[in-house]
């Protein structure tokens, strides 16, 4: 089994420790404070069902009905989230261990082949990610070189608790979208695009999380582009969070099924509504809906992804 590597990336206040298993984020601290969730120990990311910290892919977020069809072929994914793909499948990008490699104190550069066939997915990608940390902004340069046009589409997944405890119902959310992708009753978006007003998924103005969808969000948005920044989350201390991306899409997803199985290592175990993601993404599902736009990459357009986080 190989042994999975660890890196700490450190400016000013800010120090991110790195795993080259998924790529994972297993630790982010801003003046001494932790401000993701992560496991105990490297090893517990062998083991990690909520994708806590790392990249999904090779296609983020569902895919209905676990297949899909290409150039008149239909391609039948692992339904690890029956009857739906989810994440990659069940050996996605985020259950396997990189090669990384550090380049100073500041980033960190991380490589994998996947070969075609891998979990259900045609052709062979060379996967390239590099995290550059300056001052408290955490820059994600993504990268999916295919020998031939397949789907694509990553997402970090990191569980933000700015408060570092606790759960996440006093962080203020707002999001540049006036629209969004409404889900069915299987996660699964419907396939189409309305607009936010009137639904729990405006948050133009901010939005208590506390006080709004009980049973909590895992939906996706879409971003007004250009916006600047597209994200921001705001707890009463005054801790903040930014977000910057060339993604259409935004999903929210405030840990609603995060079950609390491993501590965190900090002598509290992880729950329900313990943690905030924002996934910068393209639409879930798009591989099926000709409405959200094409996921498909080629050896002569290959997949590239900047996402960048700032916290302070």
């Known amino acids: 089994m190989d042994q999975i590597a660890a890196y700490v990336l450190r400016d000013e206040e800010t120090e991110v420790t790195v795993l080259s298993i ?10 001494g404070r932790p401000v ?3 496991y105990a120990s490297p090893e517990h990311y062998r ?15 569902r895919i209905s009905g676990a297949r899909f069809t290409l150039d008149g072929e ?14 990659g499948g069940p050996r996605g990008l985020g259950w396997r261990n990189w090669d990384m ?35 408290g902004r955490l820059t994600w340069e993504m990268e999916a070189v295919p020998d031939r046009v ?15 405890r606790g759960t996440v119902a006093d962080h203020r959310l707002r ?34 999380l506390g006080e709004g969808e009980a049973e909590g969000w895992d939906g996706n948005v879409v971003l007004t582009a250009g916006s600047d920044p597209a994200a921001e989350v705001t707890v009463p201390d005054g801790t903040y969070l930014r977000l910057w991306t060339d993604r259409p899409g935004l999903q929210v997803y405030t840990s609603n099924t995060l079950k609390p199985v491993l501590p965190e290592g900090r002598g509290a175990a992880h729950g329900r509504f313990a ?9 879930p599902n798009a591989v099926n809906v000709p409405g959200f736009g094409s996921i498909l990459c080629s050896p002569e357009r290959p997949y590239r992804q900047v996402t960048s986080i700032e916290i302070g």
């Open 74 to 87: 239909i391609h039948e994914l692992p339904a690890n989230a029956p009857p739906h793909h989810l994440h």
């Open 150 to 164: 397949t789907p694509v589409n990553l997402a970090q997944h990191l569980y933000f608790n700015l408060m570092g």
């Open 175 to 208: 999001i540049a979208a006036d629209r969004y992708t409404p889900n069915g009753p299987d996660l699964v978006p419907v396939g189409r695009i309305e607009p936010v007003d009137g639904t729990s998924y405006d948050f133009r103005n901010p939005v208590r």
């Open 36 to 38: 993701v969730l992560g």
């Open 47 to 61: 083991q990690n069902p909520a994708s806590m910290g790392v990249i999904c892919g090779r296609v983020a977020n």
């Open 22 to 31: 998924g790529c994972a984020v297993m630790d982010w601290r801003i003046r």
């Open 275 to 283: 943690g905030l993601c924002l996934e910068a993404q393209d639409f």
């Open 101 to 135: 490699s550090p380049d100073g104190d500041r980033a960190v550069e991380f490589r994998l082949t996947s070969e075609d066939g891998d979990q259900g997915y045609p052709g062979r990608i060379a996967f390239r990610v590099v995290m550059r940390l300056t001052g």
